[in-house]
């Protein structure tokens, strides 16, 4: 299966997503990395922008989709199975949301819905519970449009923080290709998460 990753910058998740990048590489995906301008832009104190796309490309074997002209590619000429927003922060939500491409991950994501493929968001945002809140349900009633588990990560300190159970990407995959949204979508954490 051709599977897009998009790979939008919620920095604190990213050493989540090379692991899943490695499971979904082992279980067989075929895999087409994108990321966000952020993504290439900044280092943070999670790590160098660098480091971490030349660890996408090792995992996936390809050169990682920045610009959007490679990324329209994905509707015309690279047709995906299926796409996957690991993670998929507020923001790119709310451009997703409000049909703006002005990024190479929008645009990765709008051309596959133009191929009526499924998209799978990995949810990653402060503010789940907040602004962004409005994008995450507009979004669930999106047809071809799956959500991995969510659920609030710290209560205590971050009260409006919403983000995707990571170890249930492939059985949302799996269910998503077939059609069926992966159930329960909201799922408590049973403790904190880093």
Avoid: W
């Avoid at 030349?54 to 299926?82: H, L, S």
């Avoid at 990571?166 to 799996?174: A, K, Q, S, Y």
């Amino acid at each position: 299966m051709k599977l897009g990753v998009v790979i939008t910058a919620s920095f604190c998740t990213l050493k989540k997503v090379l692991v899943v990048l490695n499971d979904l590489k082992e279980a067989g995906y075929d895999l087409y990395p994108v990321v966000s301008n952020k993504i290439v832009d900044y280092d943070t104190r999670f790590g160098k922008a660098e480091d971490f796309i030349n660890e996408v490309e090792k995992i996936t074997g390809r050169t990682v989709i920045k610009d959007i002209v490679e990324a329209e590619k994905f509707g015309p000429v690279n047709k995906m199975d299926a796409m996957i927003v690991l993670p998929a922060t507020g923001d790119f939500m709310a451009k997703m949301a409000n049909s703006i491409t002005d990024n190479a991950a929008n645009l990765a994501v709008k051309a596959t819905i133009r191929n009526q493929s499924p998209i799978i968001i990995a949810v990653s945002t402060n503010d789940g519970l907040g602004l962004s809140g409005q994008n995450i349900m507009s979004l669930m009633n999106l047809k071809n449009v799956y959500f991995v588990p969510f659920g609030q990560d710290d209560y205590e300190k971050k009260p409006s923080s919403l983000v995707a159970h990571f170890d249930l990407v492939i059985p949302t995959l799996n269910d998503a290709v077939q059609g069926k949204q992966i159930q329960p979508v909201l799922k408590e954490y049973s403790k904190k998460i880093d």
